[in-house]
């Protein structure tokens, strides 16, 4: 039973998601088009009607506004609000997890919330990087490179992040470590099914993006995303070939499933996997 003083952090958590959900949805607009994520400010698309603050509070403005813009009506699309409501809901269950396994190293997150801080900057790029590839099937460079740079400096700031970790070095070179492992394993995958087909199986995004997880999560963690990740890609892959009739999907999307079902059920995962280890 959750206590005041943990419900209140949670709803802290889950209305601070939704304030950055609000701003996912600017970059995975912005992005791809190469726009500034800064400005300008948000506009109508269809009027240009400049958005005002108390029109762009999460989830209460396109609920107020009924999902229309305040000036010509036109259709605010409802992946806005989606985007905030799921990235709130995930943050609270990053928070249910922190406050389950507080202590290293049973949980992937640590005492000081620096663990926490970590997964849900990670939890945000998955979702950007995932919605930008389902929508331009690509996985933007200027998102990947700058946060491969900045995991591994956050790994030799602050060691701890990395559970295995006995010192700055050791944590860097761990994050070293899952970084590499992320990139060559879907390398030799993609090169072996070139191989095979005579054509590219698998994009460079998706091997800069499981690199970048890698980067965040170390060694262990993205060797299991590595084998997750195509099971939750098969399945998802035949549900949408019977739904649709296209066999096509990007892949990115399961590399960030798998990153997150890896994050939030660590402790078991790596209880199972200790004989390895």
């Not at 620096?114 to 590839?133: A, E, F, K, P, Q």
């Not at 009739?245 to 996997?273: C, D, E, H, M, R």
């Amino acid at each position: 039973m959750l206590n005041t003083p943990q419900l209140i952090f949670l709803l802290f958590l889950g209305s601070f998601g939704a304030c950055i959900g609000s701003f996912l949805n600017v970059c995975i607009h912005r992005i791809p088009l190469k726009l500034s994520i800064v400005s300008p400010p948000s506009a109508c698309p269809f009027c240009s009607y400049q958005i005002k603050f108390y029109d762009n509070i999460p989830l209460l403005s396109w609920i107020i506004l009924s999902g229309k813009c305040r000036k010509c009506k036109a259709p605010i699309s409802a992946r806005y609000i989606c985007i905030e409501a799921f990235t709130a809901v995930m943050f609270v269950l990053y928070g249910l997890s922190f406050l389950q396994y507080p202590d290293l190293p049973k949980s992937i997150f640590s005492a000081n919330f620096t663990g926490l801080i970590v997964h849900l900057i990670l939890l945000s790029i998955l979702i950007s990087c995932s919605l930008i590839d389902l929508e331009k099937g690509i996985i933007p460079n200027s998102i990947t490179y700058p946060w491969i740079l900045i995991a591994l400096i956050l790994s030799f700031a602050f060691p701890q992040i990395h559970f295995a970790a006995n010192s700055r070095l050791h944590a860097l070179f761990l994050s070293f470590l899952g970084l590499v492992i992320g990139y060559g394993s879907l390398w030799i995958i993609a090169f072996i099914g070139k191989l095979i087909s005579g054509k590219e199986v698998m994009g460079g995004g998706d091997l800069k993006l499981q690199a970048l997880i890698g980067a965040f999560i170390g060694p262990v963690g993205i060797i299991v995303v590595f084998f997750i990740a195509p099971i939750i890609g098969s399945v998802w892959g035949i549900i949408h070939k019977i739904k649709t009739g296209n066999a096509y999907l990007p892949y990115g999307p399961s590399i960030a499933i798998a990153s997150i079902v890896t994050s939030l059920y660590f402790q078991p995962i790596f209880k199972f996997l200790i004989p390895f280890y």
